[in-house]
């Protein structure tokens, strides 16, 4: 087979095109991004019960908690009264009438040190009656892995209920999966406790796990759409995200039941699932959110509720003409003002006291999630509201409107209709998010869904996965088959980047044997964590981005019928041409590179990284994580590549 390299170029391409969406889903913020290692630290936790239009919760401040040593009589009672804060109402009350005895928690799934790392401990504790010390360790069968004490009389920055807070360093002895934090008194006592941190050193600005920033760093993405999602919506209305929430010291900002934690509820499991105690504190909140974006250099899209909880789990609607409806739109408008505002507005003031005195120039913003029209779900009626109000204050925003759940459906049309009805309307909407989870088989098979897409409103691939299983838990669902399905279809959305603006694969992140979805781009347990080959897809796209595309003729087409897709790209910065190339074949094939005589080689030789894997089922593993993965290679421009079976190459070339 010959391809072609011509010289003439197509369209331009938006340099943020590859990004990440991000939603606390499979334990990706607590227990996972999130660098905490306390469960339930204020106390708050609640398990969640039901299924859509009947859900309810039942406090479970205790959840995670557990008296020390066992049986040692230690009373726990979680209370109200004077707590902390407001927003959190109650804490934990201890009695002991033993040396050595109080609490322990068993973190997300077993506390884990790493040797010779130091942890810092922060807790808020009103001693009732009690004059000693606190004894904080990590344990495990009995053996102690980092130790140290704090006298009681030590606690700083008290609090006008007398509340004091206490900081300490532990550093471990020894590795330790599974262990146990305590917090003990080394004499009998009383004491009340409100808020307890845990968290590693090198947590990256404090507050992300390092290994999992790390891996969002490694693909260079262009934007990061958040919180999600679902969770936007909720799955009651009071239980959906509000932003304002979070910007509040940690330990007031008010704990609230996860939307996820009801997922897979069923009458067979009497409508309780395994995650009932999946909660969100809100430790990563907006300006973490935010924080995150400037550091991996990407663009954030926030996404804002417009009254509607989820509805494909919920029929709660907040009608447009009830009053408090008002705080869902001037939440959107506060939001800007908390990222763009200078020191001297109301939002922008908070985010200056947060931290980050220069603001962090907001772009984009997404109305509504996952929204459709329907008799009752006036959506339409809505963006127009919050496009009138938004862009009569602040015009530059680019607006990111909703298609629906899907784009095969009627509710995929009619989302079309109304957008498409407005295009004459300057900055209406900038691009509409379209979501779409398949089988791998529909990727491969529609490289060309956006060739006729029209060009006026542009397209924001939102949430994409190839699907060749799905259920909880699977990490076997992360095939190579699925990674280049995935690679196959973004030739296509590459070839039309004057269409599709943005793309972003979804879900970003699962816990093993916490994931109440699959596939997920990262998985990741207490200790460790993995790239899926889904993961090495959108490093190699992102890490290899054209400016321009070239043109392509019939023989892509061609190529095509023998499952091999490709898309052609120029980067003008360093005169690079970019060959993007799936072979889905189980067997290698040789393609012979035909440069058109305009082009002047600048090298002879081409530089590649090459995905591949032993077979179409192949899935990586926290025991191997490398069973899919990239390597890098080069070779002479006169002789034929090589595609290995089951392969996606990125092929650059120096010319101009």
Not at 112 to 131: A, E
Not at 140 to 166: C, H, L, M, P, S
Not at 394 to 399: A, D, N, Q, S, V
Request: hydrophobic share 35%; glycine share 8%; charged share 25%.
């Amino acid at each position: 087979m010959k391809l072609h390299i011509e010289k003439e170029k197509g369209v331009q391409i938006q340099p943020d095109m590859i990004g990440l969406f991000f939603e606390d889903i499979n334990y990706a913020a607590d227990g996972g991004l999130y660098a905490e290692m306390i469960e339930n630290r204020s106390f708050e936790f609640v398990e969640a019960f039901g299924d859509a239009r009947d859900y309810y919760t039942q406090y479970d401040g205790s959840y995670g908690w557990s008296e020390y040593p066992s049986q040692s009589g230690v009373k726990m009672q979680t209370v109200m009264g004077s707590p902390l804060s407001e927003e959190n109402p109650h804490y934990m009350r201890i009695v002991t009438k033993e040396n050595g005895a109080g609490i322990c928690n068993q973190g997300f799934d077993g506390i884990y040190l790493k040797k010779g790392m130091t942890y810092h401990v922060y807790f808020w504790c009103r001693c009732v009656n009690y004059q000693g010390y606190f004894e904080i360790k990590v344990i495990k069968d009995d053996k102690v892995y980092a130790k140290t004490t704090i006298a009681a009389i030590e606690g700083t920055q008290e609090t006008y209920n007398f509340f004091k807070r206490y900081d300490v360093e532990l550093t471990a002895a020894e590795e330790i999966k599974g262990g146990e934090f305590v917090l003990a008194l080394t004499e009998p006592g009383t004491v009340e406790i409100d808020f307890i941190s845990m968290m590693p050193h090198d947590a990256v600005e404090g507050v992300f796990r390092k290994d999992l920033y790390e891996k969002l760093e490694g693909l260079k993405p262009g934007f990061l759409r958040f919180p999600g999602g679902c969770i936007v919506e909720g799955n009651t209305l009071v239980n959906r995200y509000r932003f304002k929430d979070t910007l509040k010291p940690v330990w007031a900002r008010k704990n609230n039941w996860n939307r996820w934690a009801v997922h897979g509820n069923s009458k067979e499991n009497n409508w309780h699932s395994s995650y009932s105690h999946y909660n969100q504190t809100l430790g990563l909140g907006f300006y973490e959110y935010f924080l995150l974006c400037e550091k991996i250099g990407a663009k954030a899209i926030p996404v804002m509720n417009v009254g509607f909880a989820c509805q494909y789990q919920s029929r709660e609607i907040l009608s447009i003409e009830d009053p408090s409806w008002q705080e869902f739109l001037q939440d959107a408008l506060d939001l800007i003002e908390f990222a763009n505002g200078d020191a001297t507005t109301k939002w922008g003031k908070v985010r200056a006291q947060m931290g980050h005195e220069v603001p962090f120039g907001l772009t984009m913003l997404g109305i509504g999630n996952e929204q459709w029209e329907t008799e009752r779900a006036d959506f339409f009626k809505r963006y127009e509201i919050f496009e009138k109000e938004i862009h009569a204050k602040y015009p530059e925003i680019k607006l990111i409107g909703s298609a629906g759940p899907d784009i095969t459906s009627e509710r995929y049309e009619k989302a079309w209709g109304f957008y498409n009805a407005h295009k004459e309307q300057n900055n209406f909407v900038y691009a509409v998010d379209e979501h779409y989870y398949v089988k791998p088989q529909w990727l491969f098979d529609h490289t060309d869904f956006y060739d006729n897409y029209d060009r006026t409103i542009k397209v924001f691939s939102g949430e994409y996965a190839a699907h060749p299983a799905s259920g909880m838990n699977m990490p076997k669902a992360n095939t190579l088959e699925g990674a280049l399905a995935e690679a196959a279809f973004l030739t296509g959305v590459e070839r039309n980047a004057d269409v599709v603006v943005l793309a972003s694969y979804a879900p970003l992140f699962a816990k093993l044997n916490f994931a109440q979805w699959s596939p997920d781009m990262i998985w990741f347990d207490e200790e460790s964590s993995y790239g899926s080959p889904s993961y090495y897809v959108q490093k190699m796209y992102a890490g290899a981005m054209g400016n321009t595309t070239l043109k392509t003729g019939e023989e892509r087409k061609r190529a095509e019928e023998d499952k091999i897709y490709y898309s052609l790209s120029y980067q003008e910065a360093d005169k690079t041409i970019i060959l993007k190339i799936v072979n889905a074949n189980a067997e290698s094939r040789e393609i012979a590179l035909e440069m058109d005589k305009e082009w002047n080689l600048i090298e002879d030789t081409y530089k590649a990284e090459i995905l591949t894997g032993p077979c179409a089922d192949a899935f990586n593993s926290i025991e191997n994580p490398e069973n899919v993965s990239s390597v890098a290679t080069s070779g002479s421009i006169s002789e034929k590549l090589i595609l290995p079976a089951l392969s996606f190459s990125v092929i650059c070339i120096k010319a101009f």
